[in-house]
């Protein structure tokens, strides 16, 4: 059974940091995961993924302010997110495929089969 949870949100002020994290069972451990997130009003967006071989790939909005990583040992995936906007103010959500990561997070949340509840991230 692949269960995704995430936590951590939360308010911080334009040019903060914060990391997110999601839980997920070892069953999901060999899947790639991924971060995705939707804003009020607008449409889902891939923020970022970690392949099975920790490969990491981001979306151009983040590159450079976000870190994806993946802790095995303790089955943690989890999001660094640094040099905050008003426009990363967004519900974050964790996601997870057992199958091979897609090339890009754009325009790929379809590929993905398990969702968390998701985590607010409010940046003002």
């Known amino acids: 059974h692949v269960q995704l949870v995430e936590s951590g949100g939360g308010k911080v002020e334009t040019g903060g940091s914060l990391t997110i994290s999601c839980s997920y069972s070892?069953?999901?451990?060999?899947?790639?995961l991924a971060w995705f997130r939707q804003a009020e009003g607008k449409e889902r967006e891939g923020v970022a993924l970690?392949?099975?071989?920790?490969?990491?790939v981001y979306a151009d909005s983040v590159k450079g302010r976000f870190t994806i990583s993946k802790d095995n040992n303790k089955y943690v995936l989890r999001l660094q997110m640094n040099n905050l906007k008003r426009e990363d103010t967004a519900m974050y959500y964790c996601?997870?495929?057992?199958?091979?990561?897609?090339?890009?997070?754009?325009?790929?949340?379809?590929?993905?089969?398990?969702w968390g509840q998701g985590t607010q991230v409010t940046v003002s």
């Open positions: 996601a997870a495929t057992p199958f091979a990561c897609p090339t890009t997070v754009r325009d790929r949340a379809a590929d993905f089969n398990y």
């Open positions: 970690i392949e099975q071989d920790y490969t990491r």
């Open positions: 070892e069953y999901s451990s060999s899947y790639c």
